[in-house]
């Protein structure tokens, strides 16, 4: 602050009998300080000079980062897939073991949370994606990755409205916002196309159907699901929806004795298949009291890949549009079920 000097305050501003004196700062002065005050706060707390942003993961952590990531490692199957959704297969330099959607992704290089920390460092990645329970199982991995400087952030829905808030993260952390907004309004569009198939449906004609997620403990799927979101979507009435998610996941615990007393009731038994639930139509078929289930008995058995049921992604579209197919085929015409949700 600026105080006036002697000769200021006898030719200017001299105060009067009983007045208090008068302090003034220059507009010169005044800008210099603002300024030294800025840059102190600059140089003791640098953080303040960059426009950050920030997600919360699935493990409650707030994440903050200055700008996208571009360096990514990918240690599940749907954020790899997500990832190339988005136009990021430059950004994409290693994924986990066995995958193979997109074709692309054969092509990266392959992590596992079995690895060393040190392999991943010497990747140089700036982000890698994991979900809650690789967190939670590998901790001391992920501790290793963190002080080395790289930013781990742990995400999976599941359910729908989750689904789109994960996409939207993914959007924020690659600096595709845009795109991610894009994919959720195609995915939205095209459940709109496959409603107008349903309309001649009515409630009381729609198929009862019995969802499997994993056969040798006979699991369901939770009623908030994406896998039931697809089976109601498809004009599919869930019989298991008295089923309660196991800690908070998409799977359900059902069991034998449920199922038979519903047994009448099945219009349709459907079950997902790949790595999650290796099962075919015939295991069904020969499972011990199944012959009791009335799609058993007319031969309404089916499985459908998982990836298209189970994961969050843009292919969650066509494995709707397949359900579909299964329980009306007349409805469901032979439109090129590839093409559904491409961007």
């Given at each position: 602050m600026?105080?006036?000097?002697?000769?200021?305050?006898?030719?200017?501003?001299?105060?009067?009998?009983?007045?208090?004196k008068v302090f003034c700062l220059g507009p010169l002065r005044l800008f210099l300080i603002i300024t030294i005050i800025t840059m102190l706060k600059l140089f003791l707390c640098p953080s303040a000079a960059k426009a950050m942003h920030s997600i919360k993961d699935d493990c409650q952590r707030v994440i903050e980062f200055e700008k996208p990531f571009k360096r990514i490692i990918s240690l599940y199957g749907a954020h790899t897939e997500n990832l190339f959704?988005?136009?990021?297969?430059?950004?994409?330099?290693?994924?986990?073991?066995?995958?193979?959607?997109?074709?692309?992704a054969k092509e990266k290089a392959t992590f596992s949370y079995h690895d060393d920390a040190e392999k991943f460092i010497a990747a140089q990645p700036d982000l890698i994606l994991i979900r809650p329970m690789i967190f939670f199982a590998y901790n001391q991995l992920v501790e290793k990755l963190r002080k080395a400087g790289i930013t781990v952030v742990s995400l999976q829905p599941t359910?729908?409205?989750?689904?789109?808030?994960?996409?939207?993260?993914?959007?924020?952390?690659?600096?595709?916002?845009?795109?991610?907004?894009?994919?959720?309004?195609?995915?939205?569009t095209s459940l709109e196309r496959i409603k107008g198939k349903l309309s001649p449906v009515s409630l009381k004609d729609r198929k009862r159907v019995y969802f499997e997620s994993i056969h040798s403990k006979m699991k369901t799927f939770a009623p908030e699901s994406m896998a039931i979101f697809a089976l109601r979507s498809a004009g599919g009435i869930?019989?298991?929806?008295?089923?309660?998610?196991v800690a908070g996941s998409n799977i359900a615990n059902y069991g034998k004795e449920r199922?038979?007393?519903?047994?009448?009731?099945?219009?349709?038994?459907?079950?997902?298949?790949?790595?999650?639930?290796?099962?075919?139509?015939?295991?069904?078929?020969?499972?011990?009291?199944?012959?009791?289930?009335?799609?058993?008995?007319?031969?309404?058995?089916?499985?459908?890949?998982?990836?298209?049921?189970?994961?969050?992604?843009?292919?969650?579209?066509?494995?709707?549009?397949?359900?579909?197919?299964?329980?009306?085929?007349?409805?469901f015409d032979s439109e090129n079920i590839r093409a559904l949700g491409k961007i």
């Open positions: 600026h105080y006036l000097n002697s000769s200021e305050k006898k030719l200017k501003w001299p105060p009067l009998k009983g007045q208090k959704s988005l136009g990021l297969s430059d950004e994409i330099i290693g994924v986990s073991m066995h995958e193979d959607y997109p074709p692309e359910g729908i409205e989750a689904m789109y808030d994960y996409w939207k993260k993914l959007g924020a952390l690659t600096g595709r916002q845009d795109v991610a907004l894009q994919m959720m309004a195609i995915f939205k869930n019989v298991a929806d008295d089923a309660k998610a199922i038979l007393a519903k047994a009448s009731n099945i219009d349709v038994y459907l079950a997902q298949n790949g790595v999650m639930n290796k099962v075919n139509k015939e295991m069904i078929e020969q499972e011990t009291g199944f012959k009791a289930i009335k799609a058993v008995q007319e031969d309404r058995i089916y499985c459908i890949n998982e990836m298209l049921v189970s994961r969050p992604t843009m292919r969650l579209i066509q494995g709707i549009y397949k359900i579909g197919k299964i329980l009306y085929p007349n409805l």
